[in-house]
T-cell receptor, first 115, second 111 residues
Framework: SQTIHQWPATLVQPVGSPLSLECTVE??????LYWYRQAAGRGLQLLFY??????ISSEVPQNLSASRPQDRQFILSSKKLLLSDSGFYLC??????????????FGQGTRLTVV | GNSVTQMEGPVTLSEEAFLTINCTYT??????LFWYVQYPGEGLQLLLK?????DKGSNKGFEATYRKETTSFHLEKGSVQVSDSAVYFC??????????FGTGTLLAVQP
């Protein structure tokens, strides 16, 4: 069976510090991978998505970047955090294969507080 | 570009009332449409989906019909229960695998 791991679960970082959030998927190959930020009252905002190694689509220009160094690994990074980067970050994956009707599976999320 | 617009909440209903949560979309091509639900303290999970025009997705008494002519995918349930209290998200996935969500609608069902 497939599983998705996202860590850490919570993180408190000072303004100006770097960030690295990691997401890995097990039990499948070549998944589509996604990073979202969920803010209270604002739903799920798509930040980045990737359909393959080294292929990253950025949806919102901001202080964050994403990388996919391995097939089932997706990393969200920042060189210098801002207060506005605080939020709940979710990683998700979907199957590939030419059909886009399959569901997304979500990690447990990371609560990031920038102080 | 692709987008999803859903009605703002919160929606407060009494038990056994009829529920409608509106969702409209903008997309090129023929996206797949989804409703996800997030129960208190839990992660997002798929509620139902439809992959082509006129398809009806259904699950746990909820239904939604893919209406291409009105670009809508409204969520309905004939009789809500307290246990249906959650945040509901409308979403679309395009042929390029971009998956976007609406802002979510909080449903509160009172006994």
């Amino acid at each position: 069976s497939q599983t998705i791991h996202q860590w850490p679960a919570t993180l408190v970082q000072p303004v100006g510090s770097p960030l690295s959030l990691e997401c890995t998927v097990e039990g499948t190959s070549n998944p589509n991978l996604y990073w979202y930020r969920q803010a209270a009252g604002r739903g799920l905002q798509l930040l980045f998505y990737s359909v393959g190694i080294g292929q990253i689509s950025s949806e919102v220009p901001q202080n964050l970047s994403a990388s996919r160094p391995q097939d089932r690994q997706f990393i969200l990074s920042s060189k210098k955090l801002l207060l506005s980067d605080s939020g709940f970050y979710l990683c998700a994956w979907t199957r590939t294969g030419g059909f886009w009707g399959t569901e997304a599976f979500f990690g447990q999320g990371t609560r990031l507080t920038v102080v | 570009g692709n987008s999803v617009t859903q009605m703002e909440g919160p929606v407060t209903l009494s038990e056994e009332a009829f529920l409608t949560i509106n969702c409209t979309y903008t997309a090129t091509g023929y996206p797949s449409l989804f409703w996800y639900v997030q129960y208190p303290g839990e992660g997002l999970q798929l509620l139902l989906k439809a992959t082509k025009a006129d398809d009806k997705g259904s699950n746990k008494g909820f239904e939604a019909t893919y209406r291409k002519e009105t670009t809508s995918f409204h969520l309905e349930k004939g009789s809500v229960q307290v246990s249906d209290s959650a945040v509901y998200f409308c979403a679309l996935r395009s042929a390029t695998n971009k998956l976007i969500f609406g802002t979510g609608t909080l449903l509160a069902v009172q006994p």
